[in-house]
């Protein structure tokens, strides 16, 4: 009697984001091209075969703009289901920096000049916090919303960022969070809002949809005391929160689904005292940790399976407040702005085997750098200055990572000038 087998076959796909440019191709094992025009779900036509294997990538990048677009979780083996995870993350050089300017409740945006770094004041800026104290800054994957976190009256605005000028447009009422929010994270897909609660030891979660806010279920989670800084990592797995009064990290593994956090096993993981600033490499191979109070930077290797962190030796004396901790697009580089006496960006250098951290070079900043970042080219380094109420911006030297100051800099920002974020 003869019998009909019938391969199980499944289909292969994910999300788009921050794509402005055209003539995207995506390929799935060296074929199956597949045109995307626009930001969100993808799928090749063709479904792959239980236990064969997939491979997404870049065929063709985008042009006019020209960007540069990198797949995360693009290979693996199908088991019984489709794969969705697939995150294809466009970006080019950055267009707009804004700054949070605490004191004067206003936020300032400027047009990047991304030959010389120049910055030009957008019209219509500094523009009205929708809330007291902003404190933290986050733009998502597409470059169409920015969030600001509101310590004093607990909320995070949502602004739609013009795409021509940069200008900001209040969309919605207020998010509200929990107490005294102090850091903001957006997951590679776009799709979840992470708040920091420091004033309340939670994480508020929400699911976002053109600029409007849904709690997710669940929502806040617990983590540590004081929590004020967020990052995924770069598949969007995991969230990592430092604890700055335990001197830890917390690691919560995010649900894709459904944005709902849950505690890794191991959680939380030792840092330094006053631990206040996370970045992780774009390969989710490392993590630092900047700890303010022991003046101190910890560095870890990522397990990509549980989100665990393994400490890389003891951690680094910095001589100086690590406030925030920034790792370059390409992984070469580490940036630090050092408060207190120094008043500076420090430059580490990151040993590809390890992750470990040496010092090569330092540039002095404005006073009290609190935070700094690195436009998506890692062409141009940014510092926000509280004490001076202006924004830092520095030439990266590709070969050694030494920052420039840039004609210019620093740029009258607000009084309080406490973040900075990219477009």
Known sequence: MASCLFALTYSVGGTVTGLKGTGLVLQDNSGDDLRV??????????KVAKDKTYLATVRTQPSNPAQTCVVRDGSGTIAKANVTNVVVSCSQAGRYAYVANQAAGTISAFSIDS??????????????????????????????????????????????????????????????????????????????????????????????????????????????????????DPSGSF????????????????????????????????????????????????????????????????????????????????????????????????????VTS?????????????????LSSTTVAGNFPLAVTVDPSGHFVYAANQNSGNLSVFTVDAATGALAVVAGSPFTAGSGARSVAID
């Open 342 to 358: 120094s008043n500076d960006v420090a430059v580490y250098a990151i040993a590809p085997s390890s992750g470990a951290l040496t």
């Open 115 to 232: 030959a010389n770094g120049f910055l030009t004041r957008v019209p219509g800026s500094p523009f009205a916090s929708t809330g007291t104290a902003p404190v933290a800054l986050a733009v998502d994957p597409n470059g169409a919303f920015l969030y600001v976190a509101n310590s004093t009256s607990n909320t995070v605005g949502v602004y739609a960022i013009n795409d021509a000028t940069g200008a900001l447009t209040v969309t919605d009422f207020s998010i509200v969070a929990g107490t005294a929010p102090a850091a903001l994270c957006v997951d590679p897909t776009g799709r979840y809002l992470y708040v920091a609660n420091s004033g309340a030891n939670t994480v508020s979660a929400f699911a976002m949809q053109n600029g409007t806010a849904t709690l997710v279920s669940g929502s806040p989670f617990a983590v540590g005391r004081q929590p004020v800084a967020l990052q995924t």
């Open 239 to 338: 969230l990592y929160v430092t604890d700055f009064t335990d001197g830890t990290v917390t690691v919560l593994a995010i649900d894709g689904a459904s944005g709902a956090l849950t505690g890794v096993s191991g959680s939380p993981f030792g840092a330094g005292a006053g631990a206040v600033s996370i970045a992780v490499d774009p390969a989710g191979t490392f993590a630092y940790v900047a700890n303010e109070t022991a003046a101190t930077i910890s560095a870890y290797s990522l397990d990509p399976t549980t989100g665990a962190l393994i400490a890389s030796g003891s951690p680094l004396s910095t001589a100086s407040a690590p406030k925030s901790i920034v790792v370059d697009p390409a992984g070469n580089f580490v940036y630090a702005a050092n």
């Open 37 to 46: 025009n626009a930001n969100g779900a993808f799928t090749f036509s063709h």
